[in-house]
């Protein structure tokens, strides 16, 4: 079944959806050779704002509703990488972490965990929805959102005084403190003068 752009399957999977995902990332990176995206003379830097602008919202639309097993991230992960690492023109085997920070791209890991993070905070701005993530708090629903933000934040270690939001909050802010210090780390600042 098909919502919002999104594949559901039958037995709730994220497979198909994401395999859709790749292909109309193939066909973005198609129409971004044909624009020249592969010549010399493009600075690496804007082939990754490109890479940022277009492959990464078309390989990561509607991820934030489906519940993502680290498999799942993983595969994202390594695809998006390899995309990246073939559109600089840069061998498949290289670690794809420090490369996305010196093109000021946040890793695909903590995009993901953002994304649904932005995805819980809208949702509770809304007051029916906000009544339903309060009942699914209250009932123990394996792989669902409630359950994927309990796993990024942390927030059955952190106490009973702090809600789910203030969690996210502080869960986000952690990102970005930690992205902060890696774009500052000697690997990173070393890359960038290459």
């Known amino acids: 079944m098909r919502y919002l752009g999104a594949e559901i399957s039958e037995d709730d999977r994220v497979n198909n959806h994401i395999d859709k995902r790749k292909r109309l990332v193939q066909q973005a990176v198609n129409k971004l050779k044909v624009i020249g995206h592969q010549t010399p003379f493009l600075h690496p830097i804007m082939k990754g704002q490109l890479s940022k602008t277009y492959i990464r919202p078309t390989l990561l639309y509607g991820l934030e509703t489906f519940y993502l097993k680290s498999s799942d991230i993983i595969n994202i992960k390594r ?7 073939r559109l600089l023109d840069i061998p498949t085997r290289c670690k794809s972490n420090n490369l996305f920070l010196v093109l000021n791209i946040e890793p695909t890991r903590i995009k993901l965990q953002t994304i649904k993070i932005d995805f819980y905070t809208r949702l509770n701005e809304n007051q029916f929805t906000k009544e339903l993530l309060t009942n699914l708090e209250k009932v123990n629903v394996k792989d669902d959102l409630v359950s994927q933000i309990y796993e990024i934040t942390g927030i ?14 502080f869960k986000k802010y952690s990102i970005h403190d930690t992205l902060r210090c890696e774009k500052e780390g000697d690997q990173v600042v070393n890359l960038r003068k290459i």
Not at 79 to 85: A, D, I, L, S
Not at 156 to 169: D, F, H, I, N, R
């Open 79 to 85: 695809f998006e990488g390899n995309t990246v690492k």
């Open 156 to 169: 059955l270690e952190l106490g009973t005084c702090v809600t789910t939001l203030e969690a996210c909050g």
